[in-house]
């Protein structure tokens, strides 16, 4: 009995890992919100991180998070860096490209839970007076995020924060 519960078990454990070696090398998340504003409002507060603890989903997720700014004071080369508790870990954010009114790319490296690094991107496209925010992640998937995978969506994980931010995004511009 013990033998085919092991027997089961290592079973299942190689399925696990087949799966996980199935997965994608890379991930993209996007989501995507119309806000009835200009681009150039909310590229004020998407292209200078001191505005991020208005809108960021994870700003609220831990009150005495550590934040460190340097570099530009906004826009290309502003740098973010954050040190929190389990919920928002550490890491740091390096805007590398700011296409007024419509584009900025973000370097994220995180460091805590676990070292990966990823590029963040916001599009604005105005149309008819409002403008759509699309808010994309992209990067590599090492092996643990891919086991992590079979058994979690990372597009639903980070999409709800996506969705959250957007939100929050779209009530601090639309006053």
Same mark, same amino acid.
């Given at each position: 009995?013990?033998? $085919?519960?092991?027997?089961?078990? +290592?079973?299942?454990?190689?399925?696990?890992?087949?799966? #996980? #070696?199935?997965?994608?090398? %890379?991930? &993209? =998340?996007?989501?995507? +919100?119309?806000?009835? #504003?200009?681009?150039?409002?909310?590229?004020?507060? =998407?292209?200078?991180?001191?505005?991020?603890? @208005?809108? *960021?989903?994870?700003? $609220?997720?831990?009150?005495?998070?550590?934040?460190?700014? *340097?570099?530009?004071?906004? /826009?290309?080369?502003?740098?973010?860096?954050?040190?929190?508790?389990?919920?928002?870990?550490? /890491?740091?954010?390096?805007? %590398?490209?700011?296409?007024?009114? *419509?584009?900025?790319?973000?370097?994220?490296?995180?460091?805590?839970?676990?070292?990966? &690094?990823?590029?963040?991107?916001?599009?604005?496209?105005?149309?008819? /007076?409002?403008?759509?925010?699309?808010?994309?992640? &992209? @990067?590599?998937?090492?092996?643990? *995020?891919?086991?992590?995978?079979v058994f979690m969506s990372m597009d639903r994980i980070i999409g709800r924060d996506f969705e959250k931010g957007l939100a929050n995004l779209k009530a601090a511009t639309e006053k």
């Open positions: 009995m013990i033998r $085919r519960i092991a027997l089961v078990l +290592v079973l299942l454990f190689i399925g696990i890992l087949g799966m #996980a #070696a199935m997965q994608p090398n %890379t991930f &993209s =998340v996007t989501r995507s +919100v119309t806000i009835k #504003a200009p681009p150039e409002k909310i590229l004020a507060l =998407v292209g200078d991180f001191h505005q991020w603890q @208005g809108w *960021s989903p994870w700003e $609220r997720l831990d009150p005495s998070m550590q934040r460190v700014h *340097s570099g530009a004071p906004s /826009g290309k080369g502003a740098v973010y860096a954050w040190t929190g508790n389990d919920d928002v870990g550490a /890491g740091k954010m390096e805007i %590398t490209e700011l296409t007024p009114p *419509s584009r900025v790319v973000i370097k994220l490296d995180f460091i805590k839970p676990f070292e990966v &690094s990823n590029v963040t991107e916001f599009t604005l496209v105005p149309k008819d /007076g409002q403008t759509q925010v699309s808010w994309t992640m &992209s @990067g590599p998937m090492p092996f643990i *995020s891919k086991i992590m995978s």
